[in-house]
């Protein structure tokens, strides 16, 4: 833990010499000292330095490997690979895949990035399932001339626009 004299530079107050962010980041690092031995027993790696690490214990949400750890709860796998061998995970970033293989733990395979940046790596791969859809739920396609984008990228098929407005105008014209 921090001593005391120890000051951070996000520290806002002065009776606080640590901030909150700090604190969370070190007692993480605490946590961490005794898992390193159990989480790398449930590993598998076998194969060369490139090929995938597979967990072998609990997994969870989306088939992603998730350990017990003392004062944090179910963490992921490929989140403690990634602060055990290259170190903390930075504020604001997720732990992604290169390989997208949810159980890998090889620290190779795995880097750091924003939200929208994991989102942006998603699509790049195509493996976002609304983007592999070609038609939209009434069956008309999603081409070039039929589909609309909205401003925060979702994508609306404008024959059921059409035909929405036109049933929306109808029922109104009727019960005046």
């Not at 061998?85 to 620290?107: A, F, Q, Y």
């Not at 994508?155 to 109808?170: A, E, H, P």
Request: glycine residues 8%.
């Amino acid at each position: 833990m921090l001593s005391q004299s120890t000051t951070c530079i996000h520290s806002k107050r002065p009776s606080r010499p640590i901030c909150i962010e700090c604190y969370r980041a070190e007692r993480r690092q605490t946590a961490l000292a005794g898992v390193s031995v159990r989480f790398w027993g449930w590993v598998d790696k076998t194969g060369d330095a490139d090929s995938c690490w597979l967990w072998q214990g609990r997994r969870g949400r989306a088939d992603y490997g998730i350990l017990w750890v003392a004062g944090r709860g179910d963490v992921g796998a490929h989140r403690l690979a990634y602060e055990l061998s290259i170190g903390p995970i930075p504020l604001g970033c997720e732990v992604c895949h290169k390989c997208d293989t949810p159980l890998c733990c090889n620290p190779a395979h795995l880097f750091a990035a924003p939200h929208k940046g994991n989102m942006a790596d998603r699509d790049r791969k195509t493996r976002n399932g609304n983007l592999k859809k070609t038609h939209c739920p009434a069956g008309h396609p999603y081409d070039e001339e039929n589909t609309y984008y909205a401003r925060n990228g979702w994508r609306y098929c404008r024959t059921c626009i059409r035909l929405r407005q036109r049933r929306y105008y109808w029922e109104r014209k009727e019960r005046c």
